[in-house]
């Protein structure tokens, strides 16, 4: 007989007593026929999955059984004077990065107020009181005794702030008597309220407009707009500001493009402003629902500027342009500038609504706003509806302010942002005359350089009694930032004589500074 053989007996006699040995140790183990009953029927039904669950088992017995490492380890073993000398050569790096001389320059510019906020402040440096040109008080409601008396008496009765979410604990009756007044005020269905104006529009877009949804925006929108549409993480198309022409183009372009490579339909919205922040100027709103209806979008419109100042109610440019206020899906605004109060809204009907109060994170996420503010909002509105003339005095001030600055004596060294001399917004920009640099031989004058221009002319105004600032911006985050500008509020608080007073400083302080620039 061969050897081989014999030994190849001998080793399937030991391996089988070996693995009958194995076998009675498991089955002598309380609960072990469980065990290989469930294996036997999982390898039988899927033997992929016993594998797997073997695999995982040595992985993991391995790992704890190996040997454990420790980051210090390799740490290199320092002796104390080492240690000493090493933090004595260590520098911190600076907490904010070091100021530059132009952020000297607006922090030593900025006015200080002392006392309440009018339209003729204290300020700090000057001895008599200088006429308010540089904040949204334009119809003198920061003033009002009736509104005063009304945040007092609610603030006597429900403290100072909610500590709580809308959605949560957070919602009382003033709340929702403001939510009704300002749906009434502009006529739609339902209104919601945040408590932050700039959170209000950079909520609302991405509540509605996801990613793989599409927005076509004015590339002139403000900075709120501007973050609440990269939040979103929608495809986004920019058509030229205010063009009405060139918003068709893109959206012919965009029919086109989903024929040619039939693109599934996502939700759409065209998103612009009432009355630019940057610029001064209307959206020509007859021709914007026009067109929303024609590409069938539907229209996100910021009135955050507009609301409380234009149209014969003060209701913004549905108002102004006698259009129904259910023809725009949002109307999105703010409470903290024509209405002193706080926090913004949005308008539209029961469903849009609705939907935000489950899906606007600055809804959901933020503590609602103070009731104190939401009773002086609803006490603005008010005031507004009894005393319309308000809003033709505040038109007719605006517009005698712009006719003193369209002077020709000042057509070479400023232009006017929203040009038109008879439009009744209440605020324009004022920006130095590109053909004025060119004259004095400074066609490489740089971004600063016009701001400190615009700053010798702020101060001077100052000087004069008229307190105007320079427009303020995000440099390093606006998409399209503007260019430099001085921005002048107009206000009811002052007399027609004022108003004509004030603006006959501001023009009086161009010629001189403007004069006075060297080569």
Not at 36 to 54: G, T
Not at 148 to 173: E, H, W
Request: one cysteine or more; a neutral charge; charged letters at 25%.
């Amino acid at each position: 007989m061969d050897p081989s053989v014999h030994l190849d007996d001998e080793h399937a006699v030991f391996i089988n007593s070996t693995v009958n040995s194995v076998y009675e140790l498991i089955v002598a183990i309380p609960g072990s026929h469980l065990v290989l009953s469930y294996v036997k029927n999982a390898y039988q039904d899927d033997p992929f999955r016993i594998i797997l669950e073997l695999f995982l088992v040595f992985f993991a017995l391995k790992y704890m059984l190996s040997k454990k490492y420790k980051p210090q380890d390799n740490a290199v073993k320092l002796t104390e004077k080492e240690i000493d000398d090493l933090v004595e050569e260590w520098k911190p790096e600076p907490l904010v990065p070091p100021l530059s001389s132009f952020d000297k320059l607006n922090l030593e510019k900025a006015p200080m107020i002392i006392g309440a906020q009018s339209v003729k402040p204290k300020v700090a440096g000057h001895a008599k009181p200088l006429m308010n040109l540089a904040s949204t008080n334009y119809l003198e409601l920061q003033s009002s005794d009736r509104i005063r008396q009304k945040a007092i008496d609610t603030l006597k009765v429900y403290g100072v702030g909610s500590c709580g979410p809308p959605g949560f604990y957070g919602t009382i009756d003033v709340h929702m008597d403001l939510e009704r007044d300002i749906a009434q005020f502009l006529g739609t269905e339902e209104a919601i309220i945040y408590a932050q104006g700039f959170s209000t529009i950079s909520s609302v877009i991405p509540a509605f407009s996801k990613r793989g949804d599409l927005l076509v925006v004015d590339d002139g929108v403000c900075f709120s707009v501007q973050k609440g549409v990269q939040i979103s993480r929608s495809n986004v198309r920019y058509f030229k500001h205010n063009d009405m022409q060139d918003l068709e183009r893109v959206l012919d372009d965009i029919r086109v493009d989903d024929m040619v490579h039939k693109r599934k339909l996502t939700r759409r919205f065209i998103v612009t402003e009432g009355l630019f922040a940057n610029f001064g100027d209307i959206a020509p709103l007859a021709k914007l629902i026009e067109l929303k209806r024609k590409f069938k979008y539907r229209l996100i419109l910021d009135e955050s500027q507009s609301i409380g100042v234009l149209g014969s109610r003060g209701a913004g440019l549905t108002d102004l342009f006698n259009i129904d206020a259910k023809e725009v899906d949002m109307i999105v605004g703010s409470m903290s500038n024509a209405l002193c109060a706080s926090g913004g809204f949005c308008a539209g009907n029961v469903q849009v609504v609705d939907h935000q109060r489950l899906s606007g994170s600055a809804y959901c996420f933020s503590a609602s706003i103070p009731a104190m503010l939401a009773v002086s909002a609803s006490e603005a509105l008010k005031y507004i509806q009894e005393k319309p003339q308000m809003l033709r005095d505040l038109a007719d001030r605006s517009r005698a302010f712009r006719q003193t600055l369209a002077h020709k004596s000042l057509e070479n060294l400023i232009e006017l942002s929203g040009s038109d001399v008879y439009s009744p917004a209440p605020f324009f920009h004022i920006r130095v005359n590109p053909s004025f640099l060119k004259s004095r031989g400074r066609d490489d004058v740089s971004r600063e350089d016009e701001e400190r221009l615009l700053q010798d002319v702020v101060d001077e105004c100052s000087y004069q009694g008229v307190l105007v600032t320079r427009a303020k911006y995000v440099y390093d985050q606006e998409r399209n930032c503007p260019r430099p500008s001085i921005k002048v509020y107009v206000t009811v608080g002052l007399t027609k004589k004022e108003n004509d007073k004030a603006a006959g400083v501001v023009k009086s302080a161009i010629v001189k500074v403007f004069g006075k620039w060297k080569k």
